[in-house]
């Protein structure tokens, strides 16, 4: 077969929705920019003070529309049965969910100066909690992510989540692998190859057990890809490029397997050790093939998913799809089913920890992480401000599930003492307005919030008295105190000027608190989870940090799915350590991935 010119365009196979579509090429042709236009030149660091809140020039084939995503939990039967809308589809066949169990629809929303805008894709269950697709399904665009499984169709033609069966579930966290070349892909999207584009999620809730785990190819099996072997496609993708008004629907489709011969159409984009291709189209006799909205779905032969859906040609039918080889990322793949859980600081839904800086005119901004610290702009993917009228407290800062909701909450402390909560929808917008919550709480010298102290999935307030004494309170779990009174839990916590609480350091689901003292070592102190202590002498896990004007524990923020810390330094740079998840640093130097936080008094 011919080699392809450099002209041929080349695409993700995610897709834009109907009436609010984040455009493949603007999102592909923006994150250069906005890394360039927010730091200085040459040094490839996203810049705070200077990033830009505009969405529409970022992004200026956005289009408006309105997508209402249902709550998480059951949409009445477990699989649809029938179907109502005749096929448009191009050499291949409806499909039911409940004959692919293992497949789910991944739509993801964003809300922008009140209009909505979206994007879906598929993937597959791995686990009961966890679904694999392609990375730039979810590490390529902020918003809220719902996993939709069950559903023959996951969108109707209004771009609404269809809601008369199916399962829906929440994202809590992502893995990327640490390869994935999108900055490169950013910069040369013509010759950069699609290079270990794969992600699995973790969802906050089980999924129901008719939706099973598909079988996936071990590590190094070379038996599937011979060319001739016929092997299934299936994911909820459009029919044909740039299609007016896709509906979603469940597809399937029989294609061939192709050799490395006729996959390295072009040199520069593929790599067989990591990919395969599928498929007969030629440009004058088009084929079944993967479309817009199918990436991260299976390739499949035997019932075992041998590739995710990755990227193609356009139009699509007109050469081979191409796949991310699964028996070169499987154990990769195999490793985050074993990794221990995270609360990410995540505003919008969509499983990436995001940050909240307040300026000194009293704004909230809002920084959305892009989940994958490797994408050229440290992990930002772009700011908006967020809310105003918050220079009046004299501590604000975000917590999480203190009404049972999984969801994040803004608590915010008045100069008298009062304790407020701002409840959000867990889609980053506030609902229901301030709640006083308590009174008596200007005395304290330091607050911490810890999500499972107890062991009882209830977050609590840790406070530090003037006299040093360590005060427990913790959530009822319905917006209220288990503990009004508080509950002592420890002396002697004067010689600490800084605390951070990262949540289960260890790994092993006892929560931890991290004091900084004043010759700048890291001191961990871990509970027991039943409101005692495992080293009530403290463990030194780091030095060096008495130059760091604040310490964040935002969860992951280098898309490993393991915890990290972010500091910021006396010459106002972001700075990321990473960890192993079980306590022990990966990189312990952290390296700078933004600048210009100076114009803020609390980064949270």
């Given at each position: 077969?011919?080699?392809?010119?450099?002209?041929?365009?080349?695409?993700?196979?995610?897709?834009?929705?109907?009436?609010?579509?984040?455009?493949?090429?603007?999102?592909?042709?923006?994150?250069?920019?906005?890394?360039?236009?927010a730091?200085?030149?040459?040094?490839?660091?996203?810049?705070?003070?200077?990033?830009?809140?505009?969405?529409?020039?970022?992004?200026?084939?956005?289009?408006?529309?309105?997508?209402a995503?249902?709550?998480?939990?059951?949409?009445?039967?477990?699989?649809?049965?029938?179907?109502?809308?005749?096929?448009?589809?191009?050499q291949?066949?409806?499909?039911?969910?409940?004959?692919?169990?293992?497949?789910?629809?991944?739509?993801?929303?964003l809300?922008?100066?009140?209009?909505?805008?979206?994007?879906?894709?598929?993937?597959?269950?791995?686990?009961?909690?966890?679904?694999?697709?392609a990375?730039?399904?979810?590490?390529?665009?902020?918003?809220?992510?719902?996993?939709?499984?069950?559903?023959?169709?996951?969108?109707?033609?209004?771009?609404?989540?269809?809601?008369?069966?199916?399962y829906?579930?929440?994202?809590?966290?992502?893995?990327?692998?640490?390869?994935?070349?999108?900055?490169?892909?950013?910069?040369?999207?013509?010759?950069?190859?699609?290079?270990?584009?794969?992600?699995?999620?973790?969802?906050?809730?089980?999924?129901?057990?008719?939706?099973?785990?598909?079988?996936?190819?071990?590590?190094?099996?070379?038996?599937?890809?011979?060319?001739?072997?016929?092997?299934?496609?299936?994911?909820?993708?459009?029919?044909?490029?740039?299609?007016?008004?896709?509906?979603?629907?469940?597809?399937?489709?029989?294609v061939?397997?192709?050799?490395n011969?006729?996959?390295?159409?072009?040199?520069?984009?593929?790599?067989?050790?990591?990919?395969?291709?599928?498929?007969?189209?030629?440009?004058?006799?088009p084929?079944?093939d993967?479309?817009?909205?199918?990436?991260?779905?299976?390739?499949?032969?035997?019932?075992?998913?041998?590739?995710?859906?990755?990227?193609?040609?356009?139009?699509?039918?007109?050469?081979?799809g191409?796949?991310?080889?699964?028996?070169?990322?499987?154990?990769?793949?195999?490793?985050?089913?074993?990794?221990?859980?995270?609360?990410?600081?995540?505003?919008?839904?969509?499983?990436?920890?995001?940050?909240?800086?307040?300026?000194?005119?009293?704004?909230?901004?809002?920084?959305?992480?892009?989940?994958?610290?490797?994408?050229?702009?440290?992990?930002?993917?772009?700011?908006?401000?967020?809310?105003?009228?918050?220079?009046?407290?004299?501590?604000?800062?975000?917590?999480?599930?203190?009404?049972?909701?999984?969801?994040?909450?803004?608590?915010?402390m008045?100069?008298?003492?009062?304790?407020?909560?701002?409840?959000?929808?867990?889609?980053?917008?506030?609902?229901?307005?301030?709640?006083?919550?308590?009174?008596?709480?200007?005395?304290?010298?330091?607050?911490?919030?810890?999500?499972?102290?107890?062991?009882?999935?209830?977050?609590?307030?840790?406070?530090?008295?003037?006299?040093g004494?360590?005060?427990?309170?913790?959530?009822?779990?319905?917006?209220?105190?288990?503990?009004?009174?508080?509950?002592?839990?420890?002396?002697?916590?004067?010689?600490?000027?800084?605390?951070?609480?990262?949540?289960?350091?260890?790994?092993?689901?006892?929560?931890?608190?991290?004091?900084r003292?004043?010759?700048?070592?890291?001191?961990m102190?871990?509970?027991?989870?039943?409101?005692?202590?495992t080293?009530?002498?403290?463990?030194?896990?780091?030095?060096g940090?008495?130059?760091?004007?604040?310490?964040?524990?935002?969860?992951?923020?280098?898309?490993?799915?393991?915890?990290?810390?972010?500091?910021?330094?006396?010459?106002?740079?972001?700075?990321?350590?990473?960890?192993?998840?079980?306590?022990?640093?990966?990189?312990?130097?952290?390296?700078?991935?933004?600048?210009?936080?100076?114009?803020?008094?609390?980064?949270?």
């Amino acid at each position: 077969m011919a080699e392809l010119s450099a002209s041929v365009g080349v695409r993700r196979r995610w897709s834009a929705g109907i009436l609010a579509g984040l455009a493949l090429a603007a999102v592909a042709a923006v994150a250069p920019a906005t890394a360039a236009q927010a730091a200085p030149a040459g040094d490839g660091v996203f810049n705070a003070a200077s990033s830009q809140n505009d969405l529409k020039s970022k992004l200026p084939n956005l289009q408006k529309g309105k997508l209402a995503l249902p709550d998480p939990g059951p949409m009445g039967r477990r699989f649809q049965t029938g179907s109502d809308h005749a096929p448009r589809i191009f050499q291949g066949t409806l499909a039911s969910a409940s004959e692919f169990p293992y497949i789910v629809g991944i739509v993801t929303t964003l809300r922008w100066e009140g209009d909505f805008y979206w994007y879906w894709c598929s993937g597959t269950i791995i686990a009961p909690n966890k679904v694999l697709t392609a990375a730039h399904c979810t590490a390529d665009g902020p918003g809220t992510t719902r996993v939709i499984a069950g559903n023959d169709r996951i969108l109707d033609t209004e771009g609404n989540i269809l809601n008369d069966s199916g399962y829906v579930a929440e994202v809590a966290s992502t893995w990327t692998h640490p390869g994935w070349n999108i900055a490169q892909q950013y910069a040369d999207p013509l010759n950069a190859p699609f290079l270990d584009d794969v992600s699995v999620l973790t969802l906050k809730q089980d999924l129901p057990s008719e939706y099973t785990a598909v079988s996936l190819s071990p590590q190094g099996d070379q038996t599937p890809y011979t060319a001739g072997t016929a092997a299934t496609i299936a994911g909820y993708g459009s029919t044909y490029d740039n299609e007016a008004q896709p509906d979603t629907r469940l597809r399937k489709a029989t294609v061939n397997m192709r050799s490395n011969a006729d996959c390295n159409r072009r040199p520069s984009l593929y790599y067989p050790d990591r990919m395969i291709c599928a498929g007969s189209g030629t440009p004058t006799a088009p084929s079944s093939d993967i479309c817009g909205g199918d990436s991260g779905g299976p390739l499949l032969v035997g019932g075992v998913q041998v590739g995710i859906t990755d990227w193609g040609f356009i139009p699509c039918g007109s050469y081979p799809g191409y796949y991310e080889r699964l028996s070169y990322y499987h154990d990769s793949i195999q490793e985050d089913l074993t990794r221990p859980s995270l609360v990410n600081a995540d505003w919008s839904g969509d499983g990436h920890t995001d940050l909240i800086a307040r300026d000194t005119a009293g704004n909230l901004k809002l920084y959305y992480g892009s989940g994958f610290s490797n994408d050229g702009t440290g992990g930002f993917y772009f700011s908006k401000h967020l809310n105003a009228g918050w220079g009046g407290f004299s501590r604000v800062f975000r917590v999480y599930n203190w009404n049972g909701d999984n969801r994040p909450s803004i608590m915010a402390m008045k100069p008298n003492g009062e304790l407020f909560i701002y409840d959000t929808n867990g889609e980053g917008d506030f609902v229901g307005g301030a709640r006083k919550i308590g009174s008596g709480w200007a005395g304290f010298t330091a607050l911490m919030v810890t999500n499972n102290w107890m062991g009882n999935n209830r977050p609590s307030l840790l406070v530090r008295k003037s006299n040093g004494d360590l005060v427990r309170y913790t959530s009822n779990g319905a917006g209220g105190w288990e503990n009004p009174s508080g509950t002592r839990i420890g002396t002697g916590w004067n010689g600490f000027n800084l605390f951070i609480t990262p949540g289960a350091w260890k790994g092993d689901g006892l929560e931890v608190i991290i004091g900084r003292n004043s010759a700048g070592q890291l001191k961990m102190y871990q509970s027991d989870g039943q409101g005692g202590w495992t080293n009530p002498s403290g463990t030194i896990i780091g030095s060096g940090w008495a130059n760091y004007k604040n310490i964040l524990v935002p969860g992951d923020w280098s898309g490993d799915n393991m915890v990290d810390l972010l500091g910021i330094n006396s010459s106002n740079q972001m700075r990321l350590y990473t960890t192993n998840g079980h306590g022990d640093w990966i990189d312990a130097s952290g390296k700078v991935i933004s600048g210009g936080w100076g114009g803020f008094n609390l980064v949270f």
